[in-house]
Structure formats: structure tokens, C-alpha cells
């Protein structure tokens, strides 16, 4: 069965800083995912990525896979308010998918 | 396009009363997908649909959650007897096979009383 973990659960960050979250999954997964999760609103999707190496880059976040390792990281830079949410990422193998608890990201001032 | 539509919104009721959730996958997407989250975890997967059919519901408590999938579009998730763990966001997502990105719906926040 995948499991998902992610640390830090809980990030509070100032603005204009750098930091990164971490994502680590049990066995192989065949893509990661990463989503944002607004208070009272819905998953919103990140990234998808597909395979060893892989990096996608969205305005002040950057992910990153590592299938070797297993794991995944979501780097943040810059940090900005408008950044703060839930971040999730999400494992899938053999169309069983599994999501971390999330990271709660506060940006203050 | 438009996204996942799930309704109701928001859905208070007693323990033993029935519940139902209904979601609109987005249009050409065949799969469809329940979950359940709780307050600070993440989602759970309850049941996944490809076009009509339930591949896999392993995680649905069958003693009380049903879910029907007519015609491979819209979905309705039917709680009965509800109970005050049920209490939790549930959530509807869709997809297209292969790609495995998933849409997420706006949820429909149960609270059991």
C-alpha cells in the first residue's frame, strides 16, 4: 500500500523568505501530484510529475522528483501572502492514490 | 469549461438520517472519484469510477455509504444511517484514464448532529 508523508505539517514563514516542503512516498508511485487547498475551497492542481528528474516551475514555486529517493519537494521562493494555504501531494500507484496529510503554509508579513 | 459541480454545499442532519451528495464530473472526463476529508488531514478515497463502473471501493464502509454512477456521468453518494464520525468534507473528482490529474468539486461539508 503507498503511503504519503509530508513534513512540515505546519510552516510559517515570512515574507521574501525561502523554504521548501517534503514529500515522501513508501514504494513506487508512477506520477506525484501537488495541490493547493485554500480554507473552505477545493483541491486546486499544481503540478504533475511524470518521472525521475522531473521539475516544474509556477511563478514562486517549484517541484521536484526524485523517484529514486521517493521523494518530492515543493520549493517556495520568496514567500509571498498570497502563498499561504494547505499544500498536498499525492501519490499514485496502480490507480490507487494516496494524499499526505498536507503542509499548512502561513506567510506573515 | 466548467468544473466539477457537487450540491449541496453544506448538509447538517441528525445521526440515523439518511444523506445524499450528488456530483457533475467535468464534461469527457470518464473517471470519477469520491473522497472524504477530515479537518486537517488529507482527502481519503472512498470509491473511483470509470465510466459506470466501480473499480474500486475497498475503502466504502458498504454497511452504510452507497454510490451509484448512471449513464458514466453524474454520481450521488448516499449515507444511511448517518453517524456523528461521518461528520467531514466529501469531495468529487474527475479525470481521463491514463492522465490521472484529478478535478476536484467545491466538496459538500456534512456535519452530523
Known amino acids: 500500500e503507498l503511503k504519503v508523508e509530508q513534513n512540515p505539517l505546519f510552516l510559517s514563514m515570512q515574507e521574501e523568505k525561502n523554504y521548501t516542503i517534503y514529500c515522501n512516498y513508501s514504494?513506487?508511485?508512477?506520477?506525484l501530484y501537488w495541490y493547493r487547498q485554500d480554507p473552505g475551497k477545493s483541491l486546486e492542481s499544481l503540478f504533475v510529475?511524470?518521472?525521475?528528474?522531473a521539475v516544474k516551475q509556477e511563478g514562486r514555486l517549484m517541484a521536484s522528483l526524485d523517484t529514486k529517493a521517493r521523494l518530492s519537494t515543493l520549493h517556495i521562493t520568496a514567500a509571498v501572502h498570497d502563498l499561504s494555504a494547505t499544500y498536498f501531494c499525492?501519490?499514485?500507484?496502480?490507480?490507487?492514490?494516496?494524499f499526505g496529510a498536507g503542509t499548512r503554509l502561513t506567510v506573515k508579513p | 469549461e466548467a468544473g466539477v459541480v457537487q450540491s449541496p454545499r453544506y448538509k447538517i442532519i441528525e445521526k440515523k438520517q439518511p444523506v445524499a451528495f450528488w456530483c457533475n464530473p467535468i464534461s469527457g472526463h470518464n473517471t470519477l472519484y469520491w473522497y472524504l476529508q477530515n479537518l486537517g488531514q488529507g482527502p481519503e478515497l472512498l470509491i473511483r469510477?470509470?465510466?459506470?463502473?466501480?473499480?474500486?471501493d475497498s475503502q466504502l464502509p458498504k454497511d452504510r455509504f452507497s454510490a451509484e454512477r448512471l449513464k458514466g456521468v453524474d454520481s450521488t453518494l448516499k449515507i444511511q444511517p448517518a453517524e456523528l464520525g461521518d461528520s467531514a468534507v466529501y469531495l468529487c473528482?474527475?479525470?481521463?484514464?491514463?492522465?490521472?490529474?484529478?478535478?476536484f468539486g467545491p466538496g459538500t461539508r456534512l456535519t452530523v448532529l
Open positions: 499525492a501519490g499514485k500507484h496502480n490507480n490507487d492514490m494516496r
Open positions: 514504494t513506487t508511485s508512477d506520477r
Open positions: 473528482a474527475s479525470g481521463r484514464t491514463g492522465l490521472g490529474e484529478q478535478f
Open positions: 469510477y470509470e465510466n459506470e463502473e466501480a473499480v474500486d
Open positions: 510529475l511524470l518521472s525521475n528528474g
